[in-house]
């Protein structure tokens, strides 16, 4: 079955950077959409980036300049460089994959059919 195993979560000081990672497994197909999404206490579930074998990217207004997803293909994996963090930033974030397709061109939680389980970034001011 596939999994996605997420990383890189952490404190950090507004101003500094942190770099997610989204390790999937249980599958083998070569076309594939994979995002980033966030929830903070309270709030909706966010999406932040997405970024598919085809080579599209998608980002959320208030992360764009800040934040870079990238996929590496032959590890099944894909990142999330977020720099220049914000109080704001604070959430769970989440990964997430649809397989055998590609992304769209917005970011929608439904779109999407496998979830990782969340690891947690907190920044302060």
């Known amino acids: 079955q596939v999994q996605l195993v997420e990383s890189g979560g952490g404190s950090v000081q507004a101003g500094g950077s942190l770099r997610l990672s989204c390790a999937a497994s249980g599958y083998a197909s070569s076309r594939y959409c994979m995002g980033w999404f966030r929830q903070a206490p309270g709030k909706e579930r966010e999406g932040v980036a997405t970024t598919d074998t085809f080579g599209r990217t998608v980002y959320v207004d208030s992360v764009k300049g800040r934040f870079s997803i990238s996929l590496d293909n032959a590890k099944k994996t894909h990142y999330l460089q977020m720099n220049n963090l914000k109080p704001e930033d604070t959430a769970m974030y989440y990964c997430?994959?649809?397989?055998?397709?590609?992304?769209?061109?917005?970011?929608?939680?439904?779109?999407?059919?496998?979830w990782g389980q969340g690891t947690q970034v907190t920044v302060s001011s």
């Open positions: 997430a994959a649809r397989i055998h397709d590609y992304c769209a061109n917005i970011i929608y939680s439904g779109y999407f059919t496998y």
